[in-house]
């Protein structure tokens, strides 16, 4: 059974740093066409913030865009999303996702998904 497995969420101080990662099981990441991560603030839709895509390339919400960066380990299927210089306004819960289809792999295009993490919440204080 499939599973994504997120960590690494916390309650940070604005301008401080998280990693977040994810790891796959029973899953292979390296074939995914697309992964990604997207978030839910409380009393907000759901987000895409930032996809991968099989050959590397990336896309970015335009908010996040210089602060966050998303990469992946296929050695130990996990992906990661490095967030820096962290606001008030990215506190909300972060999903991991997967697809196979790799077409419009893009970061609000993330929210189609075959598999998706239980989240992990991130809460930055001002």
């Known amino acids: 059974q499939v599973q994504l497995v997120e960590s690494g969420g916390g309650s940070v101080l604005a301008g401080g740093s998280l990693r977040l990662s994810c790891v796959a099981f029973?899953?292979?990441?390296?074939?995914?066409?697309?992964v990604g991560w997207f978030r839910q603030a409380p009393g907000k839709k759901r987000v895409g913030v930032a996809a991968?895509?099989?050959?590397?390339?990336?896309d970015y919400r335009d908010s996040v865009k210089g602060r966050f960066t998303i990469s992946k380990d296929n050695a130990k299927d996990t992906l990661y999303l490095e967030m820096n210089s962290l606001k008030s306004e990215d506190t909300a819960m972060y999903y991991c996702?997967?697809?196979?289809?790799?077409?419009?792999?893009?970061?609000?295009?993330?929210?189609?998904?075959?598999?998706r993490g239980q989240g992990t919440q991130v809460t930055v204080s001002s």
């Open positions: 029973e899953y292979d990441l390296a074939a995914a066409g697309c």
């Open positions: 996702a997967a697809r196979y289809d790799g077409n419009w792999c893009i970061a609000p295009r993330i929210l189609v998904n075959d598999f």
């Open positions: 991968l895509r099989r050959d590397g390339s990336t």
